[in-house]
């Protein structure tokens, strides 16, 4: 059994900073990929930030220069610190990862339970 738990969420407001966390724990063999993903209310869920188990990141152009993802692999975490947000990156956030447990040969995407962001004008 594989857990993602997300802490870091909250309210601020715009042009201010806030850092998520998101812990894997269980049994896991391996940790792959790690991301977070975004979903405001009546829209599609949107890949935020990416990092590969080397520490290769990718963003999108929207938040590219004011997020940043990072990852401790020791700890099985990764990060996101959101530094100028806008009203615009109200949602909920979501980390992902892929993981191979001890029980198994594959890696299986993982979701955590997500966690609120909301920016006032």
């Known amino acids: 059994q594989v857990q993602l738990v997300e802490s870091g969420g909250g309210l601020v407001q715009a042009g201010g900073s806030l850092r998520l966390s998101c812990a894997a724990s269980?049994?896991?063999?391996?940790?792959?990929?790690m991301g977070w993903y975004r979903q405001a209310p009546g829209k599609q869920r949107e890949p935020v930030a990416g990092?590969?188990?080397?520490?290769?990141?990718s963003y999108p152009d929207s938040v590219k220069g004011r997020f940043t993802i990072s990852r401790d692999n020791s700890k099985n975490t990764v990060y996101l610190q959101m530094n100028s947000l806008k009203p615009e990156d109200t949602a909920v956030y979501y980390c992902?990862?892929?993981?191979?447990?001890?029980?198994?040969?594959?890696?299986?995407?993982?979701w955590g339970q997500g966690t609120q962001v909301t920016v006032s004008s």
């Open positions: 992902n990862a892929e993981i191979r447990t001890r029980a198994s040969l594959a890696f299986f995407g993982y």
């Open positions: 269980g049994s896991i063999f391996r940790v792959n990929n």
């Open positions: 990092i590969s188990s080397g520490g290769q990141t």
